[in-house]
């Protein structure tokens, strides 16, 4: 495939909804304290915390390429530019609004829960194949509703759930651990991500593959890696089905997609500890490199939570038989998962993403590193807009999501050609790009040629023949 060279619409603004934006000078903006940005290279709290990025652009003498072949320009505006567009009440979070969409969704589990076992039955349904199309349906469903619930702890994790943080841990830590979520040790890593998002050495969800790396994992020199003929459909077809069944437990027990600097982690914990199967590196031992030493309570409580929603899945094992357990929990439960690594991954990985080295990451640009997408009325009021609104997430956690789209309004005059949407072809346009980033994403590099702070700024490249060809390098004698 020949390599695009217009501007494709996910580098442009896209306007979602007429929505009108207002001022209300006389209401001061609730924002909690660990939503100020500040320098905190080591803290754990979910805000985004960053420098203002006062320093002056560096001059790149590069003409920087994204990876659908167009000129991508850094960032040059700041977290006060972004916060002082934001209307004052979008920051206002409200108890009875985010409880009342917990009731809601909670309301949905369990109404299609009794309309399934009541119903769907041989006695109303005598047809076994349809009813194993609407058991189907039924954990489907189910999926959609339980995510639901997960973004909505995600809210609570981020301050955004209620102004109460003892609110938001209590009613994050019940919904989480319901849903097999180590409810605060994925609260500290999820902050170190949101801190370091766009981040080669300090990310902790989805860092791509350097070229290096790619070469070593194929077994090749680095320098034969644009010599490398293209990747066949059904190998990125198998590795986007092992991502999507296991990539999110896969991550909690090995740290896979999240940095592998472990030996910087200042208290000393990393030391010879690694990502990967006994590594060292977990979302459940209070002594791994993700935490620090005062998390250690933190990691306990999370693990608890985990274990009494364990021996509960247990006893109603037991009690009404496991293979009805499969399909009222464990099969939805995997839909989530589904859901929330798809989610994920196009969040961070898109071809019109870049990414930073050390030296060249600020927070404005590392956070201008995310892309929003369309996934219609089930993104919208089912997953509460997690996917169409996360650009404004990671400069502003804490605004609740049902401001979300007014407040992402409010900033994309701020960020101009920054601002990312793919939203083409809406619900199926979200699906395509599961593949689509799957095949044009697949290791990152410099623009060839950089020379200076240009080879910090990384985009993707990929052996497909999609977009700009990889660099061609000299061998290392």
């Known amino acids: 495939m020949a390599s695009t060279t217009s501007i494709p619409a996910s580098s442009k603004p896209f306007l979602r909804r007429n929505v009108t934006s207002t001022t ?31 320093s002056a652009p560096k ?7 994204d990876t659908y072949g167009n000129e991508f320009k850094v960032p040059d505006f700041t977290i006060k530019d972004i916060r002082d567009a934001i209307p004052k009440h979008c920051f206002e979070r409200s108890y009875v609004r985010s409880l009342g969409y917990v ?28 009813r194993v199309v609407l058991w189907g349906v039924y954990t489907f469903l189910q999926g959609l509703f339980g995510t639901g619930l997960w973004v909505l702890a995600h809210e609570c994790g981020h301050g955004a759930f209620s102004p109460s943080q003892k609110v938001n841990n209590f009613v994050g830590w019940v919904l989480h651990s319901a849903l097999l979520v180590p409810y605060f040790s994925w609260q500290i890593s999820h902050g170190k991500h949101h801190k370091a998002t766009g981040h080669m050495e300090r990310d902790m969800v989805f860092v791509p593959r350097t070229r290096e790396q790619q070469a070593t994992r194929l077994g090749r020199l680095v320098h034969e890696i644009s010599e490398l003929t293209e990747e066949t459909p059904i190998y990125t077809f198998i590795h986007l089905l092992g991502q999507q069944l296991i990539g999110w437990w896969n991550y909690l027990l090995t740290n896979v997609t999240g940095h592998n600097n472990h030996e910087k982690q200042r208290e000393g914990r990393g030391k010879g500890k690694a990502n990967g199967w006994g ?9 791994s490199p993700i935490f620090e030493d005062r998390d250690a309570p933190y990691i306990l409580l999370s693990d608890l939570g985990l274990a009494i929603t364990i021996s509960a899945l247990v006893y109603l094992g037991k009690t009404f038989g496991w293979s009805n357990m499969f399909v009222w929990y464990f099969l939805p439960y995997l839909w989530v998962n589904h859901w929330l690594v798809a989610i994920t991954f196009l969040q961070h990985t898109d071809p019109s993403l870049p990414h930073y080295t050390e030296e060249e990451w600020t927070y404005v640009r590392g956070a201008a ?27 502003v956690s ?19 050609r920054h601002y990312r949407a793919d939203t083409r072809e809406g619900p199926v346009g979200f699906i395509k790009a599961i593949w689509k980033s799957a095949r044009w994403c697949q290791w990152v590099e410099p ?3 950089a020379e200076g702070p240009a080879k910090g700024v990384l985009f993707f490249r990929n052996r497909n023949g999609l977009g700009p060809r990889p660099a061609k390098l000299e061998p290392v004698a």
Do not use: C
């Open 24 to 54: 209300d000078s006389d209401t001061s903006a609730v924002v909690s304290p660990l939503d100020s940005p500040r320098a905190s290279a080591s803290s754990t709290s979910l805000s985004s915390l960053a420098s203002d990025d006062a």
């Open 369 to 395: 590193a995310t892309i929003d997408r369309e996934f219609g009325f089930i993104g919208r009021h089912l997953l509460h807009g997690i996917i169409e609104t996360h650009v404004l997430h990671h400069y």
């Open 103 to 130: 009731a809601r969704d909670m309301v949905l589990l369990a109404t299609t829960f009794f309309l399934w076992n009541k119903f769907v039955t041989p006695e109303y349904v005598p047809s076994q194949p349809l």
């Open 279 to 287: 590594g060292g590196v977990n979302h459940f031992d209070p002594r």
């Open 398 to 416: 804490t605004i609740p999501f049902y401001n979300a789209d007014e407040a992402t309004e409010a900033i994309k005059p701020v960020m101009g």
């Open 59 to 65: 001059q790149y003498n590069t003409k920087l390429i």
């Open 447 to 449: 623009t060839e040629g």
